[in-house]
T-cell receptor
Framework: QQQVKQSPQSLIVQKGGISIINCAYE??????FPWYQQFPGKGPALLIA?????SEKKEGRFTISFNKSAKQFSLHIMDSQPGDSATYFC?????????????FGTGTQLKVEL | KAGVTQTPRYLIKTRGQQVTLSCSPI?????VSWYQQTPGQGLQFLFE???????NKGNFPGRFSGRQFSNSRSEMNVSTLELGDSALYLC?????????????FGPGTRLTVL
């Protein structure tokens, strides 16, 4: 079962535009929400993460918005650049009593055109 | 610091065979997690090891197993390979087993089952 739903599956944005990727989760025990960026031939790399005690977190051009009541969170990429073209995954985790376990969304392929 | 390394990078096997994949975590990291990445299912958690003990396990059949050595290096084994096991297998390491700790991914091992 897909516990983290991600949309859209693919996205094309013009250079300088805003890219927006949305995720929704079902498990209310989740309380850590990272975003990963993956380039072809590479493993995913952490981009930015948020805990539900804040509604927004910004790091450079990347912002996470979090809506706890709706169980939704989103990634905004401002001033999108061709170098941002990659696959983006949202993820969620919680204290399971056993350690690390990330539940990933299905991914969004972002293409930034000149 | 060297990143997470995985060997081999590519592997071709036939149905029914067995395969062993290797992961060397970042120096000092004691937690190693394994994920399977496929176009259809996305990134799915296999298991996590910390200090040579399996701390968490995903929903995969018993054909998938792993272990961790005293130097934190980890191996995963898949027995009786099926066509559906064709995937990118990713290893991630983190310094602790805290669920909010950043997980650093290796480039993966691309397994093709014929």
């Amino acid at each position: 079962q897909q516990q983290v739903k991600q949309s859209p599956q693919s996205l094309i944005v013009q250079k300088g535009g805003i890219s927006i990727i949305n995720c929704a989760y079902e498990n209310t025990a989740f309380d850590y929400f990272p975003w990963y960026q993956q380039f072809p031939g590479k493993g995913p790399a952490l981009l930015i993460a948020i805990r539900p005690d804040v509604s927004e977190k910004k790091e450079g051009r990347f912002t996470i918005s979090f809506n706890k009541s709706a169980k939704q969170f989103s990634l905004h990429i401002m001033d999108s650049q061709p170098g941002d073209s990659a696959t983006y995954f949202c993820a969620a985790s919680s204290w399971t009593g056993g350690g690390n376990k990330l539940t990933f969304g299905t991914g969004t392929q972002l293409k930034v055109e000149l | 610091k060297a990143g997470v390394t995985q060997t081999p990078r590519y592997l071709i096997k036939t149905r029914g065979q067995q395969v062993t994949l290797s992961c060397s975590p970042i120096s000092g990291h004691r937690s190693v997690s394994w994920y399977q990445q496929t176009p259809g299912q996305g990134l799915q958690f296999l298991f996590e090891y910390f200090s040579e003990t399996q701390r968490n396990k995903g929903n995969f059949p018993g054909r998938f197993s792993g272990r961790q050595f005293s130097n934190s290096r980890s191996e995963m084994n898949v027995s009786t390979l099926e066509l559906g096991d064709s995937a990118l297998y990713l290893c991630a390491s983190s310094s602790t087993t805290s669920y909010t700790d950043t997980q650093y991914f290796g480039p993966g091992t691309r397994l093709t089952v014929l």
